[in-house]
C-alpha cells in the first residue's frame, strides 16, 4: 500500500526549515537547496510545492501570519471579557519582540519587508496581510470608542495606522540596538496611554 503523505505538513516544514536558515544567514541569503537540506529532502522533492523561490517566499509569509494570528489569539484567550482597551492592548504587544520566538519573527518580518520592496507579488502580498491587520486594529479601536475608552474624536482607522507604524519602528531600532525589549514596551505603553486619555492626557467623553 503506498505511503500516504501528509503534503500540509511537508509545506509546513518547508516554511520552518527556511525559518531556521534564514535566522543564520539572512532571507536574502537564503537558496531553495539550503532550506532542501534543512528540511531533510531532496531539492527535487521541495521544487515539488514551491517551484521556485518566490512560492517559497510567499508561503512563508503566509506561515508567519498563521503563526502571528495564534500568538494574538492564545492571548486575548488569556485576556477575556469585553474590555475593548485591553484587547486591544494584548493585540499590540503581540506586534513588539518582547520573548525570543516573536524577536525572531519580527527579524524576518523585516527580511521580508525587503525581499517584498522588490517584488511586486511579495509586494500585494504584505499590503494584504497589513490590511487584515489595520481591519483588526481599527475594530478594537472603534469598539473602545463606542465603550467610552477612547475619545470619540480618534479616528479609528488614522489610530490604527499609527499602531502599526510605531510597532514597525520600534521592531526596527530593538533590533538595531536603539531600543531595550523593556523602552520598546514602554514606548508603546506611553503611547496606548495617550489614546486611552491616560495621565497627562484630559479624557473626553
Known sequence: MPKQVDHDARRTAIAQALWRVARVRGLERVSLREVATEAEMSLGQLQHYFANRQDLMKFAMEFMSRK???????????????????????????????????????????????????????????????????????????????????????????????????????????HLGTHTADEVVSLMEQHLARLFGGPGEEKRR
Do not use: C
Open 68 to 174: 502571528n494570528v495564534e500568538r494574538v489569539t492564545e492571548r486575548l484567550i488569556t485576556v477575556g471579557g469585553t474590555e475593548h482597551t485591553a484587547r486591544l492592548r494584548a493585540i499590540v504587544m503581540e506586534m513588539l519582540p518582547i520573548d525570543e520566538d516573536a524577536r525572531v519573527g519580527s527579524l524576518l518580518n523585516i527580511d521580508f519587508l525587503l525581499e517584498a520592496a522588490r517584488n511586486d507579488d511579495l509586494r500585494d502580498h504584505v499590503k494584504q496581510r497589513t490590511a487584515a491587520l489595520r481591519g483588526l486594529l481599527e475594530g478594537q479601536i472603534a469598539l473602545a470608542v463606542q465603550a467610552g475608552d477612547i475619545s470619540a474624536d480618534r479616528d479609528a482607522r488614522t489610530e490604527a495606522a499609527l499602531l502599526i507604524g510605531l510597532a514597525d519602528g520600534l521592531r526596527t531600532h530593538f
